[in-house]
């Protein structure tokens, strides 16, 4: 156990949509502000969750929103992203 509230396998997960849809440098730059803008963004999330869940499933925006509230799980998904930037597959 990693001792996240994030399963690891969510992350990396988050980390290959981003870099597929090529938002990794918007992502680094966002992720890389950091923990107060990440977790008043995981705050809005909980807040947007009722209107989100309408077009997206609602374990993903509750998944995120513990993933941005987390510092060390934002740590992973920043290190993911760079490897797999430095990695395309």
């Known amino acids: 156990m990693n001792g996240l509230?994030?399963?690891e396998s969510f992350?990396?997960?988050a980390a290959t949509v981003i870099c597929r849809y090529g938002w990794q440098t918007p992502a680094l730059?966002?992720?890389g502000t950091g923990q107060p803008f990440?977790?008043?963004s995981g705050q809005l999330l909980w807040l947007a969750q009722p209107a989100l869940s309408l077009v997206i499933p609602s374990d993903i925006v509750r998944q995120t929103a513990l993933l941005l509230e987390e510092p060390e799980a934002v740590q992973v998904?920043?290190?993911k992203l760079e490897t797999e930037g430095a990695n395309p597959t």
Do not use: M
């Open 38 to 40: 990440t977790f008043l």
């Open 11 to 13: 992350i990396s997960q």
């Open 5 to 7: 509230s994030v399963p």
């Open 29 to 31: 730059i966002f992720l």
């Open 77 to 79: 998904l920043i290190t």
